[in-house]
C-alpha cells in the first residue's frame, strides 16, 4: 500500500544493494564530500580573530606559526587516515570511530584516554558554537544599531533568544541519523566559511588601500603603558594555542573517513581530502591574518566582524555575520554527530531487545520524501541540544573554558596517538633516526600544548572575577 504523510511503519530487512561488505550502511562519500567536512570543522569563525593572534606574534612569529602548524596536521592526518584500516591500510578491518582505531593499533589504557579526549573535545565546541553563533547573529542587531544611531551608540541586545532560536534549528538538524547524511549540510557551511572569510578579507584589503595608518611591528604588539610584559607573554601563549587548535580536525577525522566509499581506498582519498582541506585553510588563514594585521595593525580586535573593527558597509557585515552563524549551525552538526553515534551505539549493545532504542520507524515528510525516525535518538538528540544550550547560557565565556578543552585535547588526538600508532603499526626499531624525530615532533607539540593550557587558564580565571550569571553578553 502507497504511504501518506501520515502513514507510519516499521523499516524491515533492507536490501543488499544498500549495505556495504560488513553489513553496514553503504557508504557514497568522495574526497570532494569529505573536504567540505574538513573545511566546516576546520575554517571556523576563528579565522577572523587571526589578525589578533598575528598581532600578538608579529610579522616574523605569526606566518611562521600558521605555515609551521599546516605541515604538522597535514602529515599527522595522513598517519591517522592509514590506520583506519587493521592491520592493512587497504585490506584490513574498518575501524568506525577514532575509539576504535586505537583499540585496533595500542589497545589498553590509550582507548579509554582517546574516549575521555575525544568526547569531551567534542561536548565542548558544540557548547562553545553555541555562544558564538548566537554572538555573530547579536552582532547584525549592532550593526543595524551603530549605522542608525552612530558608532558612540549603547548597542548591546541580550544572546539568549538567539542561543534559544539556535539550539531549536540543532534539534531538528540533530535527527539527521549519521555522519553518511550529512554531506549536503557540510557543503552549504563550507561555502558560507568562503564568503564570510572573503568579506572579511575583502574588507581588511579596502581598508589597508584605503590608506590606514595602523602600526605594525615584526615582534607584534609592544610593551609599554597599556600591556605589561606578563599580559604580553599571555598573549602569545593564547595566540599561539588558538593557531594550533584551529587547524585540528583530528577530532573527527575518523568519523569522515568512515562516510568515504571503499573504493578508491578510503586512505588514498582521506589524504587527497585532507590535503585540500588543510591547503585551503592555509591560504584563508595566511590571507585573513596577515592581510586583517595590515589594516588593523597592533590594535587588532578579536574577531573584526563581531568586534566591530568594521562598521561601514553595514549591510555587508550583516551578510558575513549571517554566513558565520549559518557556517556554526553546520559546523555544530559535524561535531556533535560522532557523539550521539557513540552514545546510540552503545545504547543499543547494553539494551539490544529495546524496541525504543532500537526499532527505526518510516516516516513520508511532504517534499522531503520518506525519513527514518527512531524514537531514542529524537529524545536523547533532543535532550543534549538543550543541555548545550543551557550551559551557554549560564557559561558564556565558555569560549575561555573551551581554549582549555582544547589545550588538553590536542595533543593526544592531533599528534601523539597517530605518531604512537604509526610506530606500532610499521614497527619502528625504538631510537632509530625516524623514532627520535617522531618523538621530538611529539614532544614539542605537547609543550606548545601546555603553553596554550597556561594561557587559557590565565584567560578563564579573568572571566570568572567579572562573571555574573546570565549577564548579557556583549
Not at 598581532?55 to 605541515?71: C, D, E, M, N
Not at 584551529?246 to 587527497?272: C, F, G, W
Not at 539490544?352 to 520524501?369: A, D, L, R, W
Request: glycine share 8%; charged share 15%.
Amino acid at each position: 500500500m502507497e504511504s501518506t504523510p501520515s502513514t507510519l511503519h516499521i523499516i524491515n530487512n533492507p536490501t543488499s544493494k544498500n549495505l556495504d561488505d560488513d553489513g553496514r550502511e553503504k557508504r557514497t562519500g568522495t574526497w570532494v564530500t569529505a573536504s567540505a567536512h574538513i573545511i566546516t570543522a576546520v575554517i571556523g569563525s576563528g579565522v577572523l580573530s587571526l589578525a589578533w593572534a598575528i598581532a600578538q606574534l608579529g610579522w616574523v612569529a605569526g606566518p611562521a606559526v600558521l605555515i609551521t602548524f599546516s605541515f604538522i596536521t597535514y602529515f599527522t592526518s595522513t598517519l591517522l587516515a592509514d590506520a583506519y584500516r587493521a592491520p592493512d591500510p587497504v585490506h584490513g578491518k574498518r575501524n568506525y570511530t577514532y575509539m576504535d582505531v586505537v583499540r585496533a593499533s595500542l589497545g589498553g589504557r590509550n582507548v579509554l584516554l582517546c574516549g575521555i579526549a575525544q568526547y569531551a573535545n567534542l561536548v565542548g565546541v558544540t557548547v562553545g558554537y553555541t555562544i558564538t553563533a548566537s554572538i555573530s547573529i547579536v552582532a547584525v542587531k549592532k550593526s543595524n544599531c551603530y549605522h542608525d544611531h552612530g558608532h558612540s551608540a549603547h548597542c548591546n541586545p541580550s544572546n539568549y533568544p538567539f542561543m534559544a532560536v539556535f539550539a531549536v534549528i540543532q534539534m531538528v538538524l540533530s535527527q539527521i541519523p549519521n555522519f553518511h547524511k550529512l554531506s549536503w549540510l557540510s557543503i552549504v557551511a563550507a561555502v558560507m566559511s568562503f564568503a564570510y572569510s572573503l568579506i572579511g578579507l575583502g574588507l581588511s584589503i579596502a581598508k589597508v588601500a584605503g590608506g590606514v595608518d595602523t602600526k605594525t611591528t615584526l615582534t607584534g604588539t609592544e610593551v609599554g603603558q597599556h600591556l605589561s610584559s606578563s599580559e604580553k607573554v599571555w598573549r602569545m601563549f593564547q595566540a599561539v594555542g588558538d593557531i594550533a587548535f584551529a587547524y585540528a580536525y583530528s577530532t573527527v577525522l575518523v568519523e569522515i573517513q568512515d562516510t568515504l566509499r571503499s573504493h578508491p581506498p578510503e586512505n588514498k582519498m582521506m589524504k587527497r581530502a585532507s590535503l585540500v582541506g588543510v591547503s585551503t585553510t592555509t591560504l584563508f588563514y595566511m590571507l585573513c591574518g596577515c592581510i586583517g594585521y595590515a589594516a588593523f595593525g597592533n590594535d587588532a580586535p578579536g574577531n573584526f566582524l563581531t568586534g566591530f573593527g568594521f562598521y561601514e558597509p553595514f549591510w555587508l557585515i550583516d551578510i558575513a555575520n549571517v554566513c558565520i552563524a549559518i557556517h556554526l549551525i553546520g559546523a555544530y552538526q559535524v561535531f556533535c554527530q560522532p557523539l550521539f553515534g557513540f552514545v546510540e551505539l552503545k545504547c543499543r549493545q547494553r539494551w539490544p531487545e529495546s524496541k525504543f532504542i532500537t526499532t527505526e520507524h518510516e516516516v513520508n515528510v511532504p517534499c522531503c520524501g520518506v525519513y527514518p525516525i527512531n524514537m531514542f535518538r529524537l529524545v536523547w538528540r533532543t535532550a543534549y541540544v538543550i543541555v548545550t544550550a543551557l550551559v551557554a547560557m549560564i557559561f558564556p565565556f565558555f569560549n575561555s573554558f573551551l581554549g582549555l578543552i582544547g589545550a588538553g585535547s590536542f595533543y593526544p588526538l592531533s599528534v601523539y596517538f597517530p605518531v604512537e600508532m604509526y610506530i606500532a603499526r610499521v614497527k619502528i626499531r625504538k631510537f632509530s633516526f625516524t623514532w627520535v624525530w617522531l618523538k621530538i615532533l611529539s614532544y614539542t607539540c605537547l609543550v606548545v600544548s601546555l603553553v596554550a593550557a597556561v594561557g587559557s587558564v590565565q584567560g578563564l580565571l579573568s572571566d570568572l572575577k567579572k562573571y555574573k550569571p546570565f549577564e548579557t553578553v556583549s
